[in-house]
T-cell receptor, first 115, second 115 residues
Framework: GNSVTQMEGPVTLSEEAFLTINCTYT??????LFWYVQYPGEGLQLLLK?????DKGSNKGFEATYRKETTSFHLEKGSVQVSDSAVYFC??????????????FGKGTKLSVKP | DARVTQTPRHKVTEMGQEVTMRCQPI?????VFWYRQTMMQGLELLAY????????DSGMPKDRFSAEMPDATLATLKIQPSEPRDSAVYFC?????????????FGPGTRLLVL
């Protein structure tokens, strides 16, 4: 079946540090991949997405590249800010793989950025 | 700026009481999802609708939970009777079914506490 595995947190970084949050997936079809972010007390917001292999999604300084050969979609940011402190969710949508296009979420990775 | 709205934002109730949560999806979206988020289980899909028809509610405890979509602008999730283990944040999300990916837009959630 389809699944998403992301690195467990929490991740604690100093401001301006480099961020990587690993995400790997298992899918029987050709999924689209997403990163969502959840700030404290709020719902999830779409951060970026990629719909096919080698696509790079980017937004607010965050990037992730769809790597079919390694079934990965790692999230990166070159210089984090305190305001990036949140929980990050990796997700896939696999229309052809039995999940009917619904999102399959990872468990989330909590990021804390210290001044 | 179109958003998913949810009411109430917070609800405290006693065990055995009925709880009704409401969601207004983004105008024009044809899919509505209900999720539950807890520390232990993470994000769980409870049910979803497409074009107001229920497609899957396998994630819901059938004996006490019910989800409906009386019209295109309103989705409801009811719990009767409520139990302490139902305490969680309940999110509604809406989306527009497209060819390759369905981006979901989340509401701010209803934080439910059952005493």
């Amino acid at each position: 079946g389809n699944s998403v595995t992301q690195m467990e947190g929490p991740v604690t970084l100093s401001e301006e540090a480099f961020l990587t949050i690993n995400c790997t997936y298992t899918a029987t079809g050709y999924p689209s991949l997403f990163w969502y972010v959840q700030y404290p007390g709020e719902g999830l917001q779409l951060l970026l997405k990629a719909t096919k292999a080698d696509d790079k999604g980017s937004n607010k300084g965050f990037e992730a590249t769809y790597r079919k050969e390694t079934t990965s979609f790692h999230l990166e940011k070159g210089s984090v800010q305190v305001s990036d402190s949140a929980v990050y969710f990796c997700a896939l949508s696999d229309r052809d793989g039995g999940s009917q296009g619904n999102l399959i979420f990872g468990k989330g990775t909590k990021l804390s950025v210290k001044p | 700026d179109a958003r998913v709205t949810q009411t109430p934002r917070h609800k405290v109730t006693e065990m055995g009481q009925e709880v009704t949560m409401r969601c207004q999806p983004i105008l024009g979206h044809n899919t509505v999802f209900w999720y539950r988020q807890t520390m232990m289980q993470g994000l769980e899909l409870l049910a979803y609708f497409r074009n107001r028809a229920p497609l899957d509610d396998s994630g819901m405890p059938k004996d006490r939970f019910s989800a409906e979509m009386p019209d295109a602008t309103l989705a409801t999730l009811k719990i009767q009777p409520s139990e302490p283990r139902d305490s969680a944040v309940y999110f509604c999300a809406s989306g527009l079914r497209q060819a390759y990916a369905e981006t979901q837009y989340f509401g701010p959630g209803t934080r439910l506490l059952v005493l």
